[in-house]
């Protein structure tokens, strides 16, 4: 995935059609490199919806009572201090812990970065033989927790109990947390409150790759046409089959006098990436996003794409 922050125009130069120019360029850079997804935070919406980005999800910030942790009733399980030298068991943990729970949308971060980050502000972390959890103090009454992640019951108690004990100082825990994460039913109240959120704006660049690297519902077989227009990138333009089997979804092109048989779902960059990111089509077809399509298309698109994206970094 292709993040892109930081985009300006110098006060002077606003008015004129840069952002355009400077993102169409940045596109294609993105593209011209092979990245399959491009995502942003934006700080106006017109500008990259108009190049294909499309709002798609939300960075899931919550607060936490400290004590509500500490009463987290945990078993006795061997966790050990880590560091930069661990990096290389943290990074395949991770990666570990999102694949078997099925995440919707990991980010792992190169080891070099991880490293310096470590390195500047070192954190508060601990691996176990199932999961992994880093954590740091605000500055002032709170603790952050930068990760908390484990396949077990007992290693997730013994996590979220660990940073609970410092609720003698720590008063709030603040983490970008997904709409599933088990402590949500671990405090004795329900203490998990969300704070606003910024949403992120999701684009397509390489539609086969990016299907084909997906993921989709296991045991889910779907069969559908989907014409797309894609002005910017004119290799994801055409009408392409979207086969799901087994968990792996892939697109093919459509050419020829097939091209023109059946009634293929239509929707152009901004459309692909909301569906893409779990939006149901009776959403898309009110919002202008999709139109046309077989009687039974909608049904097999949303069974597909149904997901709850959530991305738990600001970047």
């Not at 011209?32 to 935070?41: H, K, N, R, T, V």
């Not at 603040?174 to 992120?200: C, F, K, M």
Request: proline share 8%; hydrophobic share 45%; glycine share 10%.
């Amino acid at each position: 995935m292709a993040g892109v922050a930081g985009v300006a125009v110098a006060p002077e130069e606003r008015g004129r059609g840069l952002g355009k120019v400077l993102m169409t360029a940045m596109l294609e850079k993105v593209s011209a490199d092979g990245f399959p997804l491009s995502a942003l935070y934006p700080v106006t919406t017109p500008l990259y919806r108009g190049l294909g980005w499309e709002v798609a999800g939300a960075q899931p910030r919550v607060r936490i009572p400290t004590e509500s942790l500490r009463t987290i009733e945990a078993p006795a399980v061997k966790l050990r201090r880590a560091g930069p030298d661990d990096l290389p068991e943290i990074r395949e943990m991770v990666r570990r812990l999102h694949l078997a729970n099925r995440d919707c949308g990991p980010l792992l971060y190169p080891e070099h970065v991880w490293r310096h980050w470590m390195a500047e502000d070192p954190p508060f972390a601990y691996l176990a033989d199932d999961g992994y959890l880093e954590y740091r103090w605000d500055g002032r009454e709170g603790i952050v927790v930068e990760y908390a992640g484990a396949l077990s019951e007992q290693t997730t108690r013994a996590f979220w109990a660990l940073v609970g004990s410092s609720s003698s100082i720590a008063r709030t825990v603040r983490v970008n947390l997904g709409p599933a994460d088990p402590v949500r039913w671990l405090t004795r109240e329900i203490a998990v409150e969300t704070e606003p959120s910024a949403q992120w704006m999701l684009r397509l660049v390489d539609a086969r790759a990016a299907v084909a690297g997906r993921g989709f519902p296991l045991g889910l077989g779907a069969d559908a046409l989907i014409a797309m227009e894609d002005p910017q990138l004119p290799a994801n333009t055409g009408t392409w089959r979207l086969r799901v089997r087994d968990g792996a979804g892939s697109l093919t092109p459509v050419t020829g006098p097939d091209a023109s048989r059946g009634d293929p779902m239509r929707m152009g960059a901004n459309g692909l990436a909301a569906l893409y990111a779990g939006a149901p089509l009776s959403s898309l077809r009110r919002a202008g996003l999709a139109s046309g399509g077989a009687e039974d298309t909608d049904a097999v698109l949303d069974a597909a794409f149904a997901c709850q994206p959530y991305c738990l970094d600001y970047f």
